[in-house]
């Protein structure tokens, strides 16, 4: 068998693993194999690379390829193993912008080797392409590190004529294509870098809110692209399995997300959602009555339950209460009491963000209930005990149509004979609107840091 089959076998073989990956990503039980999986086919598809010969010659600056390899592993494994669970988002858009940003220094390389060269214009194409893509989602990326790093605002900044501008910068870097691809000029090449950099600011700036984990998504699928066009680039046709693999799973699941928010894609990004930080008589400045007791109080009232079911959000990961939150339903299971965990899609601030959240504290896979399955647990619970969600327990996204939120699919936590909600005050949530749910007779509300407040919830019910 000769060297460049067996790479090619091998290639293969890190394709395959790459399905196997995306399949078990599918399943919170089955995503640490699946992640697994993954790296042992990258780890199989970098070791053959080494052994690749280009046009005859083995591969250049391997002392180089190898220091910048260490310098990656030294700076990527502290950072992914320390970084808390409330900047999971913060890391993952990084790590999508420096995804971005590389297949977009590639695609220049290239460039400036090919121009003087003739190629052919689908691979000039190929190579601008990865400048756009990659650039747009490096930019972009960036910005939603800084939003949710709270460099800056994290509600959308808008200014008169900005979808003008954007639809402008976006017809800029075509026209820069265009005229590239016959005049092959290094001059327009900075230009299209400095205009895809911006547009991948400006795209960005008017998003916010509920909106951040679309972005998050989808911001991951253009980095897949960019580098699928590097694949193109550099005839890598493991790079473009690999890339077409994350562009295509990251556009599905920007779609999935827009569903589950009961929102179109266009609406997510165009719309500026979550400019507003009150509605209703918060807005008006009228103060309402709710029904509040202590940890002590409530811990009777979940002695007595059947039937609990927690629904996470947000908060919960900034208290770091989720082993808290493990130890509380550990100490109701002892006594018999039936409990779940209600798992709304775009909780959190990331996709997927609190099945890590819970996994993290060992919580079973199987009390994990997504939407649908949760919304009909609900309907036999003695207590639904709502834990640092807001927005997605919200009944004005099925009872307001003048709500911005209006038509998202929610947890009806309003379903359950008795609603436990834990917050720190009465502030809105990340959306900037009003929760009824918090003056519905079935709700008692607990105030107080959520860590704190499950502490002292699991110490009465031990006592009862």
Avoid: C
């Avoid at 420096?98 to 003087?116: C, D, K, Q, R, Y």
């Amino acid at each position: 068998m000769s060297r460049d089959t067996l790479i090619n076998l091998l290639y293969l073989f890190s394709a395959t693993t790459f399905l196997l990956a995306l399949k078990g990503l599918g399943s919170p039980k089955r995503a640490r194999r699946g992640n697994f999986i993954a790296a042992v086919g990258m780890t199989v598809a970098i070791g053959a690379t080494f052994f690749k010969h280009v046009d005859g010659h083995p591969l250049h600056h391997v002392g180089l390829i190898i220091l910048a390899m260490v310098i990656g592993v030294i700076v990527a494994v502290p950072t992914a193993r320390l970084v808390q669970m409330t900047a999971m988002p913060q890391l993952v858009a990084i790590f999508n912008g420096v995804g971005g940003g590389a297949a977009a220094l590639v695609s220049i390389t290239e460039f400036m080797h090919i121009h003087s060269t003739s190629p052919a214009t689908y691979v000039t194409l190929e190579v601008l392409l990865g400048v756009l893509i990659g650039t747009v989602s490096f930019s972009g990326s960036a910005i939603a590190y800084a939003k949710l790093q709270e460099l800056m605002t994290g509600r959308p900044v808008t200014y008169p004529g900005q979808q003008i501008f954007n639809g402008l910068m976006g017809l800029a870097a075509l026209g820069f294509i265009v005229t590239m691809l016959v005049t092959g000029s290094m001059v327009l090449l900075w230009a299209l870098l400095a205009v895809s950099f911006v547009l991948g600011i400006a795209f960005v700036l008017p998003i916010g809110g509920a909106d951040v984990p679309v972005l998050i998504s989808l911001l991951n699928s253009f980095t897949g692209l960019a580098v699928a066009a590097s694949g193109f680039t550099l005839g890598s046709n493991l790079l473009i399995v690999a890339g077409t693999l994350v562009g295509a799973s990251g556009i599905l699941l920007t779609r999935l997300m827009s569903k589950a928010m009961g929102r179109s894609l266009a609406n997510v990004l165009f719309s500026a959602f979550g400019s507003a930080t009150t509605s209703g008589a918060a807005a008006a400045g009228e103060e309402r009555p709710v029904r509040s007791a202590s940890p002590e109080d409530v811990a009777v009232l979940l002695g007595l339950a059947s039937k609990v079911v927690i629904i996470p959000g947000y908060g919960l990961a900034v208290a770091q209460a989720q082993h808290v939150l493990r130890e509380l339903a550990e100490v109701l299971e002892s006594k018999g009491i039936e409990v779940d965990y209600a798992i709304h899609p775009v909780a959190g601030r990331m996709p997927g963000h609190m099945n890590v959240l819970l996994a993290e504290a060992n919580v079973p896979y199987e009390q994990l209930k997504e939407m649908d399955e949760a919304n009909i647990e609900l309907q036999t619970a003695d207590v639904a005990i709502v834990v640092g969600a807001n927005d997605t327990v919200n009944p004005a996204a099925k009872d307001d149509p003048s709500s911005p939120i209006y038509g998202m699919p929610i947890i009806n936590a309003d379903l359950a004979e008795n609603v436990l909600f834990l917050k720190r005050s009465m502030r809105p949530g990340f959306a900037g609107i009003e929760n009824e749910l918090l003056y519905n007779p079935k709700t008692t509300l607990v105030f107080g840091d959520a860590k704190d407040t499950l502490t002292k919830m699991v110490a009465a019910v031990k006592q009862n």
